[in-house]
């Protein structure tokens, strides 16, 4: 079975940071294009972060620049997401998806270039 399945979430105040992790199963990641998207209640799913198979390119939302990092491991099979200094407007679930037609040249951040998607996992900012 093929399954993408992200951790990592959960409540943190502004400011702070959280890391998570996008593991595969039944298949390898290596050979995928990863894509972070967020989705908030009432508003739809974006782009985030991605990177390309190898790692060499990433691509960030606007949003995001100078505060997240993507990152994979490809020995283990998980791509990171380090979010740091994190805003309320940050709050949503967040999926991981990989790519199986090279993300990278049709739009990285494009919902519509992924097509196995995870589960989520919730991510709230709040004091």
């Known amino acids: 079975q093929v399954q993408l399945v992200e951790s990592g979430g959960g409540l943190v105040q502004p400011g702070g940071s959280l890391r998570l992790s996008c593991a595969a199963a039944?298949?390898?990641?290596?050979?995928?294009?990863i894509g972070w998207f967020r989705q908030a209640p009432g508003k739809e799913r974006e782009g985030v972060s991605s990177?390309?198979?190898?790692?060499?390119?990433?691509s960030h939302a606007a949003f995001v620049l100078g505060r997240f990092t993507i990152s994979r491991d490809n020995a283990k099979n998980t791509v990171f997401l380090q979010m740091n200094d994190l805003e309320p407007e940050d709050t949503g679930t967040y999926y991981c998806?990989?790519?199986?037609?090279?993300?990278?040249?049709?739009?990285?951040?494009?919902?519509?270039?992924?097509?196995?998607w995870g589960q989520g996992t919730q991510v709230t900012v709040s004091s």
């Open positions: 998806a990989s790519s199986d037609s090279s993300a990278f040249l049709v739009g990285p951040l494009r919902v519509g270039a992924y097509d196995n």
């Open positions: 039944g298949f390898s990641l290596a050979a995928y294009d």
């Open positions: 990177i390309s198979k190898g790692g060499g390119q990433t």
